[in-house]
């Protein structure tokens, strides 16, 4: 039986080696690749087409929603499984919305990483236990129906601060306005990237625009 091809994107190596061992020792699997960041994922994508794509949820510099929507268009014969941290449950919300076929938590055994390896490198899904737990609070929590993924909720304080950053204003000029030190501004767009689900300015931006939020009067 031939093995099941895997790349995974994490800008830690030795999160690559270890998972690599993990999968390897059942020889079900062979790593073919290991990017730390989207520009290397295309170099490999160019060449190879993996069974198996495993992605950190927390890349330095990056948009997760844009990068898995990208995966997925250069890889559409790839599954994707997301490698999440047990605290992320947006961002695994966020990760089924760009079509994942998994989320396993950072915190599982070994057993439960080859189960989810071998279920979504065959196209199946799978999500696990800590994931799930923590999914199944969110979309309680934020009433989410099965149609449509609630938004984020905000508040009028961060939703102004949210205006403001995508409008342009910089944090000095946002924290004078609103009589705020720029240090409580940066926490706001901290908190702003979290519940959104993004990694930088420009995933606001473009969260922004997609919500009506600019020209919201």
Same mark, same amino acid.
């Given at each position: 039986m031939s093995k099941k091809s895997v790349v995974v994107m994490d800008d830690f190596p030795v999160v690559a080696l270890g998972l690599k061992s993990i999968l390897e020792e059942v020889h079900e699997f062979e790593l073919?690749?290991?990017?730390?960041?989207?520009?290397a994922m295309r170099a490999i994508l160019?060449?190879?087409?993996?069974?198996?794509i495993i992605v950190d949820s927390v890349?330095?510099?990056?948009?997760?929603?844009a990068t898995l929507t990208e995966l997925r268009?250069?890889?559409?014969?790839?599954?994707?499984?997301?490698f999440c941290a047990a605290d992320e449950e947006y961002t695994s919300v966020l990760g089924l919305r760009c079509g994942v076929k998994?989320?396993?938590s950072k915190r599982a055994s070994k057993e439960e990483i080859v189960k989810a390896a071998r279920t979504v490198s065959c196209?199946?899904?799978?999500?696990?236990? %800590?994931?799930a737990e923590k999914l199944t609070a969110y979309v309680?929590?934020?009433?989410?129906?099965?149609?449509?993924?609630k938004k984020p909720f905000f508040s009028n304080r961060e939703y102004m601060v949210l205006k403001r950053l995508t409008g342009?204003?910089?944090?000095?000029?946002?924290?004078?306005?609103?009589?705020?030190?720029?240090? %409580?501004?940066? %926490?706001y767009r901290e908190r702003l990237m979290q519940k959104i689900g993004v990694r930088t300015l420009a995933g606001l931006i473009r969260y922004a625009l997609q919500n009506d939020i600019l020209s919201d009067s």
């Open positions: 073919k690749g290991h990017a730390v960041n989207l520009y160019k060449h190879q087409t993996p069974d198996l890349l330095p510099r990056s948009d997760l929603g268009q250069r890889a559409p014969f790839s599954n994707i499984l997301l998994g989320i396993i196209g199946g899904t799978f999500i696990s236990g %800590t994931a309680v929590k934020n009433d989410i129906g099965t149609a449509e993924v342009g204003d910089n944090l000095s000029k946002i924290a004078k306005d609103f009589k705020l030190s720029p240090k %409580t501004v940066a %926490t």
